[in-house]
């Protein structure tokens, strides 16, 4: 006989699931910016977005991730898959 699983675990699961397709989707994102002008990109997505572009904290994201290089932006794409899949690894232990 089947047992049903708890409606608690059921929408655990589905938030992890979530989760790892934001960050896999991110971390792809990180990837199409490489040897392009990533601080024009992330303003055109904040006017796209309508959010604040005065916000304190996105002017900081955008201004750090402006003067990043090629082999940081595939570190930080590379470390969000591993981080991901660590995770993954553990929920299923």
């Given at each position: ?7 608690g675990i059921?929408?655990?699961?589905f938030f992890?699931?979530?989760?790892g397709?934001?960050?896999?989707i ?7 910016m ?7 990109i992330l303003?055109?997505?904040v006017l796209r ?13 955008i201004?750090r991730?402006?003067g990043a290089t090629p082999?940081q932006?595939e570190a ?15 929920g299923s232990?």
């Amino acid at each position: 006989m089947r047992r049903l699983l708890d409606p608690g675990i059921r929408l655990i699961a589905f938030f992890e699931l979530l989760k790892g397709t934001f960050v896999a989707i991110g971390a792809l994102g990180l990837l199409t910016m490489l040897h392009k002008d990533v601080g024009n990109i992330l303003n055109e997505a904040v006017l796209r977005l309508r959010v604040d572009p005065d916000n304190r904290y996105l002017h900081m994201l955008i201004m750090r991730l402006s003067g990043a290089t090629p082999r940081q932006l595939e570190a930080v794409s590379a470390g969000s898959f591993s981080t991901r899949r660590c995770a993954t690894w553990k929920g299923s232990a």
